[in-house]
């Protein structure tokens, strides 16, 4: 069977460090912890878990930090988590099968992480990433923020999930912050840079400068095709905040240049013609969201519920409002299907009733 290490970079976490490491304690054979400047109790409770705790002088490069964590790893493979990632009973079995079935040849190991879910549970967000790696490989991550860790080999997808359970979305300019000290030092950000820093520029607000960025990365055509749909999406939602509701179509049409529509657009698409009420027009983008089909091992942003829930229960409202309450109906039970216990579903059934009392009593 192949051994394998832990490899952490954390930081002040002694809110949800435990329940990582607990969650990892009884599958991993080694546990390094590479702390890059905690001033609480992480420390103390790492060292319940493992004494192979190492101080790291924080320099704004994850990928520095990491690569240290990495070269500390004694074992034949590498997994890497964050300390608000676990993994679930039912991932902690999957992965016991995978290290039981798991042979040298494979190179690395890809798992879905799971960052988004819905009042019940279910996950709404999601992608792969690269998270078991062969130690022998000597992989690299690269980037000093949103960094990812350059594999090449036989790859693998496993069924192993990680899930993320950070509530705390406190917005923060950490990320934006490392971008611009690297811009004013007149270094160039990467193709992957590009991308990152107008996302960044989008969440904290400053959409006339995430379009430039979005618009630059798109304009290099160099991007990795799932990066160039999700910046269509992204650039969107900027122009929508800059009330420049042509270009924010012309931005989501722009993402069927790399590939075929994916439901996440012709979502966004359908809620632009529902908010303008254009009932007919958001019923053709939705229907056609019910029609794809889910691209297979994609390592690309998933939003699960655009694949099935969101499209039926949006065409349950769309078709309602034209009169057509019989198929409005249909696709509420459809929604139904993805979601029994759904609130939205269920107000929707004692909407339908009541419209048909009041009908029969008329």
């Given amino acids: 069977m192949q051994t394998i290490s832990l490899c952490m970079i954390v930081k002040n976490e002694e809110h949800i460090l435990e329940k990582c490491l607990m969650s990892v304690d009884d599958i991993v054979d080694e546990v390094i912890i590479v702390d890059t400047g905690s001033a609480d109790r992480t420390k103390e409770i790492a060292r319940?878990?493992?004494?192979?705790?190492?101080?790291?002088?924080?320099?704004?490069?994850?990928?520095?930090?990491?690569?240290?964590?990495?070269?500390?790893?004694?074992?034949?493979?590498?997994?890497?988590?964050?300390a608000d990632d676990i993994m679930l009973p039912k991932d902690r079995a999957e992965f016991k099968s995978l290290?039981?079935?798991?042979?040298?040849?494979?190179?690395?190991?890809m798992m879905k992480y799971n960052t988004g879910f819905d009042m019940q549970g279910n996950v709404t967000f999601s992608y792969f990433r690269e998270r078991l790696v062969k130690r022998s490989c000597l992989f690299q991550w690269r980037e000093p923020v949103h960094e990812y860790l350059e594999i090449y080999g036989k790859?693998?997808?496993?069924?192993?999930?990680?899930t993320h359970t950070k509530t705390d979305y406190a917005p923060t300019n950490r990320n934006l912050s490392i971008y611009e000290k690297l811009l004013s030092q007149?270094?160039?950000?990467?193709?992957?840079?590009?991308?990152?820093?107008?996302?960044?520029?989008?969440?904290?607000?400053r959409y006339h400068e995430a379009i430039e960025y979005f618009n630059r990365f798109l304009l290099s055509?160099?991007?990795?095709?799932?990066?160039?749909?999700?910046?269509?999406?992204?650039?969107a939602k900027c122009f929508a905040n800059e009330g420049m509701h042509e270009q924010q179509l012309l931005a989501l049409t722009r993402s069927f240049l790399y590939d075929t529509p994916r439901a996440e657009i012709c979502c966004q698409i359908g809620y632009i013609y529902?908010?303008?009420?254009?009932?007919?027009?958001?019923?053709?983008?939705?229907?056609?969201?019910?029609?794809?089909?889910?691209?297979?091992?994609?390592?690309?942003?998933?939003?699960?519920?655009?694949?099935?829930?969101?499209?039926?229960?949006?065409?349950?409202?769309?078709?309602?409002?034209?009169g057509r309450r019989d198929e409005a109906e249909r696709y509420n039970e459809l929604a139904s299907k993805y979601?029994?216990?759904?609130?939205?579903?269920?107000y929707n059934r004692i909407y339908f009733e009541s419209a048909k009392t009041a009908q029969l009593n008329e």
Avoid: H, M
């Fill in 186 to 205: 007149r270094k160039e950000l990467s193709l992957r840079g590009l991308y990152y820093y107008a996302r960044e520029l989008k969440d904290n607000g």
């Fill in 274 to 322: 529902k908010t303008k009420e254009d009932y007919n027009k958001a019923a053709f983008w939705f229907q056609l969201a019910t029609t794809l089909k889910k691209p297979e091992n994609s390592w690309g942003f998933s939003q699960n519920d655009c694949w099935g829930y969101v499209p039926c229960i949006e065409l349950s409202v769309c078709y309602d409002r034209l």
């Fill in 99 to 109: 290290k039981e079935t798991l042979n040298s040849p494979v190179d690395a190991v």
């Fill in 221 to 235: 055509g160099k991007g990795w095709l799932e990066d160039n749909i999700t910046a269509c999406s992204e650039l």
């Fill in 155 to 162: 790859i693998i997808n496993s069924d192993v999930c990680i």
């Fill in 48 to 82: 319940k878990y493992t004494d192979a705790i190492y101080d790291f002088e924080w320099n704004d490069d994850f990928s520095a930090a990491r690569n240290f964590s990495f070269s500390k790893a004694t074992k034949d493979y590498i997994l890497w988590l964050d």
């Fill in 339 to 346: 979601k029994p216990n759904d609130p939205a579903v269920e």
